[in-house]
């Protein structure tokens, strides 16, 4: 199917929706403003504004990215960043610390590797290994801590910290590193740039796999969704749905055509389009409501939370968490 075609069909779906809140027809607000990482779930949000999946939104829909999860939590509690992908443990801890901010979808099932030289397979090979950790105390780290204490290696493996994923794939293509934890789509870029030097790297560890065998609900870790600020709630409600639907249909399409969608996404997150286009197959790229991946998101929470109920906020989050 064309993308003139597919973009009619699916462009109607989302009329159809929005036909459920006719205050959206009747007055588009000026301006809808998403926000996310230079990762999997923003090329969800880059189709969906370029190939017009939001066009009935609003008169204009911008996409911004954010680089680390500092820049994140200051955007959302000043009130900066209305709408963006969120890690779902951070957004449980600021829905718990009062913040309101609440979840409408889960935009991927996980997306995170530990990339190394081929030939090293498996938590076990990582023992007396250094192992890149970018953005200590934060989702990726969690997930790690649960992993290799379900596995009792943490004491042996030296776990560098470092500041960025960027950071930890360089040092993991010139060798100053022996494995790195990575998401898409800075794992498909390892790949990619080793090749380029005769270098192979290869997937070492699942994440999502190793979750699954601790949680017992599969290999998928519900990593990330779009939040919703109480201040855009309370201006524009009637959104949330529709734009829930847009997404949803965006996603399905930029897993049917990863380098369209890739093309589109590049210059949204500044990234090479054909490293893009060969992490879409690997980031499980979804758009569920809130409510319906609640029990993966509850079990992922629990897991982080066992060693210390702060990481959460101190609770599961009750129901007004769950916008959709």
Do not use: C
Not at 125 to 141: E, H, S, Y
Not at 225 to 252: M, N, W, Y
Not at 273 to 290: F, H
């Amino acid at each position: 199917m064309s993308l003139t075609r597919r973009s009619f069909f699916l462009g109607n779906t989302v009329f159809l929706a929005a036909l459920a809140a006719p205050s959206i027809l009747r007055a588009r607000p000026r301006q809808l403003a998403l926000y996310g990482p230079p990762a999997g779930p923003s090329i969800t949000l880059a189709h969906a504004v370029a190939a017009g999946f939001l066009k009935d939104l609003a008169e204009e829909v911008t996409l911004t990215t954010w680089t680390n999860p500092d820049e994140l939590r200051a955007g959302l509690t000043s009130g900066a960043m209305e709408l963006s992908v969120v890690p779902v443990q951070a957004a449980a801890n600021l829905y718990n610390r009062g913040l309101g901010l609440r979840l409408v979808n889960v935009m991927t099932d996980g997306l995170m590797t530990i990339m190394a030289p081929e030939g090293v397979s498996g938590v076990a090979a990582l023992k007396g290994k250094r192992l890149a950790v970018p953005f200590v105390n934060d989702t990726p780290d969690f997930i790690l801590r649960a992993v290799l204490a379900h596995h009792s290696v943490a004491d042996q493996i030296e776990q560098v910290a470092v500041g960025s994923p960027i950071e930890a794939a360089q040092l993991l293509l010139t060798g100053r590193i022996d494995a790195a934890l990575l998401s898409e789509p800075a794992s498909s870029g390892v790949e990619i740039m080793g090749a380029k030097v005769g270098k192979v790297f290869a997937r070492a560890v699942d994440l999502q796999v190793e979750w699954g065998a601790i949680s017992g609900h599969g290999a998928v870790i519900p990593q990330a969704g779009l939040a919703v600020t109480p201040g855009f709630l309370e201006r524009a409600p009637e959104l949330i749905a529709p734009l829930q639907a847009a997404l949803s249909l965006a996603a399905a399409s930029v897993n049917a055509a990863p380098e369209e969608a890739a093309q589109q996404a590049a210059r949204a997150l500044n990234l090479p389009a054909p490293i893009l286009a060969a992490s879409i197959p690997r980031s499980n790229l979804v758009a569920r409501p809130a409510t319906a991946a609640r029990a993966q998101i509850e079990a992922m929470l629990s897991l982080m939370a066992a060693s210390d109920a702060a990481i959460i906020g101190g609770t599961l989050p009750d129901d007004a968490f769950y916008a959709l």
